[in-house]
């Protein structure tokens, strides 16, 4: 049973251009869940999306977009990257109806914006 | 906003004695869940152990097990028997029912001393 993957590994971007990170959920489920974690700290919840729809976001500018395709992949959306936007971008899925509260998490996209 | 604290940056215990993790957190909501991840250097987030608000049994997970204090707002983890594997970033948090996105404290670095 395949988990949460994530792609790229790794990117590095200069500032100004645009990126983009997809994400796989863990079968059966079909909530997918953002968090930004920047060196040396916890994981910030960027938005979540279920049914194709953003659900809940956290505090971050429109730069960050995102979308959840029919088969519950989603796609992170960065436009006009900053130097700090330099962060560990983690994807992590739930299945929505699920009693349990746990999150699922991948290994993560390293994104360097120099 | 709910918030949660370790207060413990980094912590270091030899090889099979006891170690505990601190975390504080701060909500007015009765209904929740708490949870201990583990990040060890390959990055994904791994779920240790988790705790339901209602439930007044602290949860135990093999060697990992939490000293859970709901009028405190206080959920600590300790680790028996530490072992070398167990070298890795500690994260307490938070979410409230209803698919609430995570809230997550700073961490811990634990290290662990052959």
């Known amino acids: 049973d395949a988990g949460v993957t994530q792609s790229p590994t790794h990117l590095i971007k200069t500032r100004g251009q645009q990126v983009t990170l997809r994400c796989s959920p863990k079968?059966?489920?079909?909530?997918v869940s953002w968090y930004q974690q920047a060196l040396g700290q916890g994981p910030q919840f960027i938005f979540q999306y279920y049914e194709e729809e953003e659900r809940q976001r956290g505090n971050f500018p429109d730069r960050f977009s995102g979308h959840q395709f029919p088969n519950y992949s989603s796609e992170l959306n960065v436009n006009a990257l900053l130097l700090g936007d330099s962060a560990l971008y983690l994807c992590?899925?739930?299945?929505?109806?699920?009693?349990?509260?746990?999150?699922?998490f991948g290994e993560g996209s390293r994104l360097t914006v120099l | 906003a709910q918030t949660v604290t370790q207060s413990q940056p980094e912590m270091s215990v030899q090889e099979a004695e006891t170690v505990t993790l601190s975390c504080t957190y701060d909500?007015?909501?009765?209904?929740?869940?708490l949870f201990w991840y583990k990040q060890p250097p390959s990055r994904q987030m791994i779920l240790v152990i988790r705790?339901?608000?209602?439930?007044?049994q602290n949860a135990t997970e093999n060697r990992f097990s939490v000293n859970f204090q709901k009028a405190a707002k206080s959920f600590s983890l300790k680790i028996s028997d530490s072992q070398l594997g167990d070298a890795a970033m500690y994260f307490c948090a938070y979410r409230t029912s209803g698919n609430t996105p995570l809230v997550f404290g700073k961490g811990t670095r634990l290290s662990v001393i052959a």
């Open positions: 705790q339901e608000a209602y439930k007044q």
């Open positions: 079968s059966g489920h079909d909530t």
């Open positions: 909500t007015s909501e009765s209904d929740y869940y």
């Open positions: 992590a899925s739930s299945f929505l109806f699920a009693n349990t509260g746990e999150l699922f």
